[in-house]
C-alpha cells in the first residue's frame, strides 16, 4: 500500500480566445477522466497567462489547449513562452480543434508538442498520452 | 534543508505546487518535505467551506476570496472535487468559478480530487493545508466535495467550518440535512433571491435554536447569514464573522486547541494505514484472506490471527 507510487497523470484543460465552443474539450475531459486521469477544467475565455498560472498552481503534466477560431498562431507560442519562463517547460503541451495544415510545423517549431486536429479519437489521445508518461516515468526512474 | 523546502517557506509558487503533488501522489519526497515545513505552519486560519451538491460552494468560495483580498488577506484555496471510484480519474472544475483570481500573485487555488477517500475531503487534503500555511498564506478555504449526512470530515480540519445551504432543494430538511446543522460555526443561506428563502431561512434558525439550547455550554452563537455569491452579496458579513470566530478561538485555547487535534488525528490515521499495510503483506496474511473469501474462515478470526502473528513478531512484518 505505501510502497507503491499513486500517480495519477494530471491534465490541465482550457479554452484560449473568445470562442465558446465546449462539446469537444468536454468529451475530452470524460475521455479521460474514463482513462484514470485528473483533468483541471479551467474553462472558456482563457488567456494565455491565466492559463500558464493555473498551470504552475496545480503542477500538470499535461496542458491541453482547445482552439477553434483563429489566433492560435499567436496564443499558442506566447503560452509555450510563459510556461518555460515560469520554469514549467517540462510541461507537455497540446493543441487541439481547428488547426489548418500549414500552422502546424510553426507551431511545433514554435513549443506545442502535439497537434490533435478535428476527429480525432479520443483513444488514439489517451494511448499517446499513456504512452507519453510511461517513458517520462521510466525517465525519472533511470 | 532541501531547497524545495527553503522555497515553499519563502512562498514560491512552483515550489508549494510541487510539494502539494508529492503529498497528494504519496511520493516519499513529500514526508521528507513535510519534516522541514512542519515547525513553520499553525499559523494561518484554516476556513472549511462545505454543503449539499449545488449549494453554489464554488461561487461562494471566490465571492469569499473577493472579499478576503480587500481586507489584503494573503489567500489559499484548495477545492476538492470526487475522483471516479472505478477508474480513479477526475473531473476537477472548480477553477471555472474562481477564474478572476488566477492572476492575483497573493491568490494559490489548487484542485484536489478525493482518490477514493469518503468524508468529503482527500487523503491528501491537511498535508496541503499545511503547505499553503508554510508558504504564508494568511487563510486556508477548504471546499469540500458536496455533501450529505455525515461527510463532515472538513469539521476536523478546519478551525472554523462554514455550513452552506440553499433553498429548493425540495423538503426544507433536506436542503441542509440534520447531521450537517451539528457541525459548523457559521450558517449561510446561498441563493438567497430565489424562491424558498424564508422558508429555508426559517428551518435553519429553528435548527440552530435547537443547538443552542441543547449545548449550554457552548461559548460560540453560531451566526446565521444570507448570500447571493453569483451577485457578490453577503461576502462582507460573512468574512465579519470569520474573523470573529478567529478572535473567539484565539480569546481562549481553542485556536491552538484545534491545530492539535487534527494533527493527533492524523498521526492516528498514518499509523492505522500503514500497520493494516504491514500485517497484511505478509504470505500468510494473504492466505487468511483467501480463507475468509471461501468462507472457512469468519473475518474476526482472521483479524485476530493477523494481529497474534504479528505481535508474536516483535510488531515487525512478516
Same mark, same amino acid.
Given at each position: ?5 499513486e500517480?495519477?497523470?494530471?491534465? /490541465?484543460?482550457a479554452? /484560449?480566445g ?8 468536454t468529451?475530452i ?6 482513462a ?8 472558456l475565455?482563457?488567456?494565455?497567462e491565466?492559463v500558464?498560472?493555473?498551470?504552475v ?8 489547449i482547445s482552439?477553434l ?16 519562463e515560469?520554469?514549467?517547460?517540462d510541461?507537455l ?6 488547426i489548418?495544415?500549414e500552422?502546424q510545423?510553426? /507551431? ?8 490533435f486536429?478535428m476527429?480525432?479519437d ?8 499513456r ?12 | ?6 522555497d515553499v517557506l ?5 515550489a ?31 476556513i472549511?467551506i462545505?454543503?449539499?451538491p449545488?449549494a ?5 468560495t471566490d ?11 494573503r489567500?489559499?484555496?484548495i477545492?476538492?472535487?470526487?475522483s471516479?471510484?472505478f ?9 471555472v468559478?474562481m ?20 468524508g ?11 503547505v ?33 445551504g ?13 447531521g450537517?446543522m451539528?457541525?459548523?460555526?457559521i450558517?449561510?443561506?446561498?441563493k438567497?433571491?430565489r424562491d ?10 429553528l435548527m ?9 455550554d ?5 451566526p ?8 457578490d452579496e ?11 470566530h478567529?478572535?473567539?478561538l484565539?480569546?481562549?485555547?481553542g485556536f491552538a ?5 487534527r ?6 490515521g498514518?499509523?492505522?494505514e500503514?500497520a493494516?499495510?504491514?500485517?497484511l503483506?505478509s504470505?500468510?496474511?494473504?492466505a ?12 474476526y478470526s482472521a ?11 516483535g510488531?515487525?512484518a512478516?
Amino acid at each position: 500500500m505505501e510502497d507503491l507510487p499513486e500517480r495519477p497523470l494530471r491534465v /490541465l484543460l482550457a479554452k /484560449l480566445g473568445m470562442d465558446t465552443h465546449t462539446v469537444g474539450v468536454t468529451i475530452i475531459a470524460h475521455a479521460l477522466r474514463e482513462a484514470g486521469m485528473e483533468v483541471i477544467f479551467t474553462g472558456l475565455k482563457q488567456t494565455p497567462e491565466m492559463v500558464a498560472a493555473a498551470a504552475v498552481q496545480e503542477d500538470v503534466d499535461v496542458v491541453g489547449i482547445s482552439t477553434l477560431s483563429a489566433g492560435h498562431t499567436r496564443s499558442l507560442p506566447k503560452l509555450a513562452r510563459l510556461l518555460r519562463e515560469a520554469g514549467a517547460g517540462d510541461k507537455l503541451l497540446l493543441a487541439g480543434g481547428v488547426i489548418p495544415e500549414e500552422d502546424q510545423a510553426f /507551431l511545433t517549431e514554435a513549443g506545442v508538442h502535439k497537434i490533435f486536429t478535428m476527429g480525432a479519437d479520443t483513444r488514439d489521445i489517451v494511448t499517446y498520452l499513456r504512452g507519453w508518461w510511461a517513458e517520462r516515468q521510466a525517465a525519472e526512474a533511470a | 534543508m532541501s531547497d524545495l523546502a527553503a522555497d515553499v517557506l519563502a512562498g514560491k509558487v512552483a515550489a508549494g505546487a510541487r510539494a502539494i503533488r508529492w503529498l497528494d501522489d504519496r511520493d516519499r519526497r513529500g514526508a521528507e518535505l513535510l519534516r522541514s515545513i512542519y515547525a513553520q505552519t499553525g499559523r494561518a486560519h484554516i476556513i472549511g467551506i462545505t454543503g449539499p451538491p449545488g449549494a453554489g460552494k464554488s461561487t461562494l468560495t471566490d465571492m469569499l476570496v473577493a472579499e478576503l483580498r480587500r481586507r489584503d488577506r494573503r489567500v489559499g484555496v484548495i477545492a476538492i472535487d470526487p475522483s471516479s471510484p472505478f477508474t480513479g480519474g477526475a473531473i476537477l472544475g472548480d477553477r471555472v468559478r474562481m477564474a478572476r483570481h488566477t492572476l492575483d500573485p497573493h491568490v494559490f487555488i489548487r484542485s484536489i480530487g478525493t482518490r477514493g477517500q469518503a468524508g468529503g475531503l482527500s487523503r491528501s487534503t491537511h498535508d496541503a493545508a499545511l503547505v499553503l500555511d508554510a508558504m504564508g498564506y494568511d487563510i486556508v478555504l477548504i471546499e469540500t466535495v458536496g455533501v450529505g449526512q455525515d461527510e463532515i470530515d472538513v469539521v476536523n480540519l478546519a478551525h472554523t467550518t462554514i455550513i452552506v445551504g440553499v433553498p429548493g432543494l425540495g423538503d426544507e430538511v433536506q436542503a441542509v440535512k440534520a447531521g450537517l446543522m451539528e457541525a459548523g460555526e457559521i450558517f449561510v443561506v446561498n441563493k438567497a433571491d430565489r424562491d424558498g428563502y424564508d422558508a429555508t431561512h426559517r428551518q435553519f434558525e429553528l435548527m440552530l435554536h435547537l443547538r443552542a439550547n441543547s449545548r449550554p455550554d457552548d461559548t460560540w452563537e453560531a451566526p446565521l447569514l444570507r448570500a447571493v455569491a453569483n451577485r457578490d452579496e453577503g461576502g462582507g458579513e460573512i468574512v465579519d464573522a470569520l474573523e470573529a470566530h478567529l478572535s473567539h478561538l484565539k480569546s481562549g485555547d481553542g485556536f491552538a486547541r484545534r491545530s492539535g487535534r487534527r494533527e493527533r488525528e492524523q498521526v492516528a490515521g498514518l499509523v492505522r494505514e500503514r500497520a493494516a499495510a504491514a500485517v497484511l503483506r505478509s504470505a500468510e496474511a494473504r492466505a487468511l484472506l483467501d480463507a475468509v473469501g471461501a468462507r472457512q474462515l469468519d473475518p474476526y478470526s482472521a483479524a485476530e490471527q493477523l494481529l497474534a502473528q504479528w505481535q508474536s513478531g516483535g510488531g515487525q512484518a512478516a
